[in-house]
C-alpha cells in the first residue's frame, strides 16, 4: 500500500499489524505499528528511510511498483536502528552505488549492523540539498533516542521526517491524525514517549528549541512509526515540551508482587488510606508480575507519587519488582516522590531495600516505608491505611523528607 502524503511526498512503508513486542522483549506494541518510509518526487527522487529487516523483500517489490529504482538519487537514513534501515542492504543490492544521506555516527551504526562498503554521504545539521523546485535540510538530533539520530525538512512541503521523535506504535488504517482514533492515539504517543524518550527530556526540549528557532513552516510531521500529522502538527510538538518538563497528573500508582497475597493486601489498604486524604486523586494499582511493565512505566510517567511493594524473598525483592525497579532507574523520572512497602516472614529487608532503590532512581521519599508480618490483621490493615494517608497528606503539604 501506498498513498500520497503531500504534492511531492508518498508513503511506501508497512503497517505491521502482528506486531506486540519491540526492542526485543523490552516493549509491549499491542496496537501494533508502522514502519514508514517515505519517497520524495522532485528534479530528484530521494527516499526517507526503509523498513525493518523481515519485510525486506516484500518493501522492495512494493518500491518497484511505486518507482523505477534507478530514478533514486540517493537515500536519507535518519537512524541506523534495523527498525527503520532493515531493507537497506536488499535495496542497495538493486541500486548499487546509490548515496546514503546520514550523520557521521549513523554511518558506524549502518556499518556495524550490516558491514556493508556503501556510498555514505554524512550531513550535519544545517546542511541542505537542492531536489529542484524543494530542498531537504538536515538537523542532528543525537539521543532521540540514538546517538546517529537526525531529522530532516522538506521546504515547500514543509514537511518535517521526525524520525522516532513524535511517533506511535500504532497499527491503523487511518494514516492521518485527524483521521486516527484519538484516545487510542494519545494513549500511544505517551506510552511511546514514556518508555523510550524520558530519559532524553532535556534533550527533546533543548532539540524543539532549536528547530523552532529555525524559524521553518510545518504543514506536516511525518515520523518513522504510526501516524502521519497533518491537522495542526505542533499539537504534538507542544505535548512533547509539557512531557519532557517533569510531567505529572494528579495520579499516584502503587506497583507491587506479592507472594501470599499478603502485600497485594497492603496495597489495597494504602490506596483507601490515600482516597481518604484525597478524594480527587486517581489511584492506580498493579500487580507487576501479571500487568503489563511498559503499562505499568506510562502510568508512573503520568504519576506525581508511587508506592512500590514487595514481600522479601531471600533477603531480597521478588524479581518482577527488581525488575521493574531497573527499568524506573534507568528512565530517569523527574518532579516525583515515592514510598516503599510489603509483606514479610521472618527478616523483612525488601522494604529498606526498595526505599533506598527509590531514591538512587531520583525519587524524594517523604514517608519511612512500612512492612507488616505474615498476612496483614486488622491492626495491620488499619497501619496500612493511616500509612497511605499520612503518604498523601505528606504530598498535599509539600513535604520530602
Same mark, same amino acid.
Given at each position: 500500500?501506498?498513498?500520497?502524503?503531500?504534492?511531492?511526498?508518498?508513503?511506501?512503508?508497512?503497517?505491521?499489524?502482528?506486531?506486540?513486542?519491540?526492542?526485543?522483549?523490552?516493549?509491549?506494541?499491542?496496537?501494533?505499528?508502522?514502519?514508514?518510509?517515505?519517497?520524495?518526487?522532485?528534479?530528484?527522487?530521494?527516499?526517507?528511510?526503509?523498513?525493518?529487516?523481515?519485510?525486506?523483500?516484500?518493501?522492495?517489490?512494493?518500491?518497484?511498483?511505486?518507482?523505477?529504482?534507478?530514478?533514486?538519487?540517493?537515500?536519507?537514513?535518519?537512524?541506523?536502528?534495523?527498525?527503520?534501515?532493515?531493507?537497506?542492504?536488499?535495496?542497495?543490492?538493486?541500486?548499487?552505488?546509490?548515496?546514503?544521506?546520514?550523520?557521521?555516527?549513523?554511518?558506524?551504526?549502518?556499518?556495524?549492523?550490516?558491514?556493508?562498503?556503501?556510498?555514505?554521504?554524512?550531513?550535519?545539521?544545517?546542511?541542505?540539498?537542492?531536489?529542484?523546485?524543494?530542498?531537504?535540510?538536515?538537523?542532528?538530533?543525537?539521543?532521540?533516542?540514538?546517538?546517529?539520530?537526525?531529522?530532516?525538512?522538506?521546504?515547500?512541503?514543509?514537511?518535517?521526517?521526525?524520525?522516532?521523535?513524535?511517533?506511535?506504535?500504532?497499527?491503523?488504517?487511518?494514516?492521518?491524525?485527524?483521521?486516527?482514533?484519538?484516545?487510542?492515539?494519545?494513549?500511544?504517543?505517551?506510552?511511546?514517549?514514556?518508555?523510550?524518550?524520558?530519559?532524553?527530556?532535556?534533550?527533546?526540549?533543548?532539540?524543539?528549541?532549536?528547530?523552532?528557532?529555525?524559524?521553518?513552516?510545518?504543514?506536516?510531521?511525518?515520523?518513522?512509526?504510526?501516524?502521519?500529522?497533518?491537522?495542526?502538527?505542533?499539537?504534538?510538538?507542544?505535548?512533547?515540551?509539557?512531557?519532557?518538563?517533569?510531567?505529572?497528573?494528579?495520579?499516584?500508582?502503587?506497583?507491587?508482587?506479592?507472594?501470599?497475597?499478603?502485600?497485594?493486601?497492603?496495597?489495597?489498604?494504602? +490506596?483507601?488510606?490515600?482516597?481518604?486524604?484525597? &478524594?480527587?486523586?486517581? /489511584? $492506580? %494499582?498493579?500487580?507487576? #508480575?501479571?500487568? @503489563?511493565?511498559?503499562?505499568?512505566?506510562?502510568?508512573?510517567?503520568?504519576?506525581?507519587?508511587?508506592?512500590?511493594?514487595?514481600?522479601?524473598?531471600?533477603?531480597?525483592?521478588?524479581?518482577?519488582?527488581?525488575?521493574?525497579?531497573?527499568?524506573?532507574?534507568?528512565?530517569?523520572?523527574?518532579?516525583?516522590?515515592? +514510598?516503599?512497602?510489603?509483606?514479610?516472614?521472618? &527478616?523483612?529487608?525488601? /522494604? $529498606? %531495600?526498595?526505599?533506598? #532503590?527509590?531514591? @538512587?532512581?531520583?525519587?524524594?521519599?517523604?514517608?519511612?516505608?512500612?512492612?507488616?508480618?505474615?498476612?496483614?490483621?486488622?491492626?495491620?490493615?488499619?497501619?496500612?491505611?493511616?500509612?497511605?494517608?499520612?503518604?498523601?497528606?505528606?504530598?498535599?503539604?509539600?513535604?520530602?523528607?
Amino acid at each position: 500500500m501506498a498513498f500520497k502524503v503531500s504534492e511531492h511526498v508518498t508513503w511506501v512503508g508497512k503497517i505491521d499489524w502482528e506486531l506486540r513486542k519491540f526492542h526485543g522483549e523490552e516493549l509491549s506494541t499491542h496496537r501494533g505499528s508502522s514502519y514508514n518510509s517515505y519517497l520524495i518526487r522532485d528534479e530528484k527522487t530521494v527516499l526517507v528511510d526503509t523498513v525493518w529487516g523481515p519485510f525486506a523483500g516484500e518493501f522492495v517489490d512494493n518500491l518497484k511498483k511505486e518507482i523505477d529504482l534507478t530514478k533514486i538519487d540517493f537515500i536519507i537514513a535518519n537512524h541506523g536502528e534495523t527498525d527503520h534501515s532493515g531493507a537497506l542492504p536488499a535495496l542497495l543490492r538493486e541500486i548499487p552505488g546509490t548515496p546514503v544521506y546520514c550523520t557521521a555516527n549513523a554511518v558506524k551504526s549502518l556499518k556495524g549492523h550490516y558491514h556493508g562498503d556503501w556510498n555514505f554521504q554524512t550531513v550535519k545539521t544545517g546542511d541542505r540539498i537542492n531536489l529542484g523546485a524543494t530542498d531537504l535540510i538536515f538537523v542532528e538530533a543525537p539521543m532521540l533516542h540514538w546517538p546517529d539520530s537526525m531529522f530532516c525538512y522538506l521546504t515547500g512541503d514543509n514537511i518535517l521526517f521526525s524520525n522516532d521523535a513524535f511517533g506511535q506504535h500504532y497499527a491503523t488504517e487511518y494514516m492521518f491524525n485527524d483521521l486516527a482514533d484519538q484516545d487510542e492515539l494519545y494513549n500511544e504517543a505517551i506510552k511511546y514517549y514514556s518508555n523510550i524518550l524520558t530519559p532524553f527530556s532535556k534533550l527533546v526540549e533543548k532539540k524543539i528549541n532549536e528547530v523552532v528557532s529555525l524559524n521553518l513552516p510545518v504543514s506536516m510531521i511525518c515520523p518513522s512509526h504510526g501516524i502521519i500529522w497533518r491537522k495542526d502538527p505542533l499539537q504534538i510538538v507542544n505535548k512533547y515540551l509539557e512531557w519532557a518538563r517533569g510531567y505529572q497528573e494528579n495520579q499516584i500508582t502503587i506497583v507491587y508482587d506479592t507472594m501470599w497475597n499478603g502485600t497485594r493486601r497492603m496495597a489495597e489498604e494504602i +490506596a483507601r488510606g490515600i482516597k481518604s486524604a484525597d &478524594s480527587e486523586v486517581a /489511584v $492506580k %494499582l498493579f500487580n507487576s #508480575a501479571r500487568s @503489563d511493565r511498559n503499562d505499568i512505566i506510562t502510568e508512573i510517567f503520568k504519576s506525581k507519587a508511587i508506592l512500590v511493594g514487595s514481600s522479601t524473598i531471600n533477603k531480597g525483592l521478588l524479581a518482577s519488582v527488581a525488575g521493574i525497579m531497573e527499568v524506573i532507574k534507568g528512565l530517569s523520572f523527574k518532579n516525583k516522590k515515592a +514510598a516503599a512497602f510489603g509483606a514479610y516472614g521472618w &527478616s523483612g529487608e525488601s /522494604v $529498606k %531495600l526498595l526505599s533506598a #532503590a527509590l531514591a @538512587d532512581a531520583g525519587f524524594a521519599v517523604p514517608v519511612e516505608g512500612i512492612k507488616e508480618l505474615w498476612n496483614p490483621d486488622s491492626e495491620a490493615r488499619e497501619n496500612c491505611f493511616t500509612f497511605g494517608r499520612t503518604f498523601a497528606l505528606s504530598l498535599a503539604n509539600g513535604k520530602t523528607g
